[in-house]
């Protein structure tokens, strides 16, 4: 099976635009958006939720074409089998390990990288595409794919007041926000996001520094220049595009076909016309300084201001810097 060249793997926190850039990613020629491959696992293969394209997982064409290729076919017993080794292999707190290049269980976690190459490779064969785009944003997940194959990161990086605000507001517009099965979002405190978000981001740094290929992009810079941004991502990432190519992206808008991702945020499953922008939730200002407090120096690395909640200075739209 010929491997998927390149793969691409959006990288970073949740709340952080993961989604809309894949998605955007995905009107491209050649390029198959996959959603959250890291989460097929749990909640495809096993629970059926529903594929992009508003089937259930199992009666999707696509997925079913995917597991033929790349498995012989999906099985009950690959979930019990992979989830063994993705506890065992891809842990945030393997990081510093991988990171000092001091990579233990090395065959288990050439045998859970090879799942995931089987699933790019086939979906890569199923879609025509020259590329394939997995927005599982997980670093423990980059840095064990990057381990063993070509890895290409674009690592999305959202203000963490804004993150915390997402994520510790229950209600918006009166309506408690709910997942993709109906659930409310699991609430984190300002300080457990301000944690993460230090902690992830790290991670990518140190990756880059490592000598892997990662691209930052902002989630601001996407939202307030969504062709110019996507435009210096493709070129960053060597990907063929033409000027024409960006035809989908109105005035904060885009226009979108059917995607085939496999779990992640609700708009996954968003057909047609859909709205560029941001509706950023409101956070104490004892917990906004909390989050800058602990936050602060990748945020000025970043090139966002200490002094204001989601106010940034403008800064390169796709940069390794």
Known sequence: MVEADPVIFIGGLGR????????????????????????????????????????????????????????????ESQVGWLTRLSVRVDRTRRIPAYALGLVSREAELVEYVRSYARIYAAAAEIAHAHTVVDSSRQASLAYCLSAIMDLRIVHL???????AASRFGKVRRGRVRRAEDGRPMTRWTPLRTAVHWLVQNLAFEVLRGKGVDVVRVRYEDLLARPAETLNALTTRLGLPHATGDFGFLGDRQARLGVAHT???????????????????????????????????????WY???LGGAWTVRRRAVASRV
Do not use: N
């Open 303 to 305: 090139g966002y201001r």
């Open 157 to 163: 990086v959202r203000d963490p007041r804004a993150v």
């Open 16 to 75: 952080s635009g993961s989604m809309l850039l894949e998605r955007l990613l995905g009107e491209l020629p050649g390029v198959a958006p996959l959603g959250e491959v890291a989460h097929l696992w749990r909640r495809g293969v096993p629970a059926g939720e529903p594929c992009g394209c508003g089937q259930a997982f199992e009666h999707c064409p696509f997925w079913r074409k995917v597991g033929a290729r790349g498995f012989g076919q999906w099985r």
């Open 262 to 300: 496999v779990s992640g945020s609700p708009a996954r499953l968003a057909v047609d016309r859909i709205g560029i922008g941001d509706r950023p939730a409101r956070l104490p200002a004892t917990q906004r300084w909390l989050v800058t407090a602990l936050t602060w120096p990748l945020l000025l």
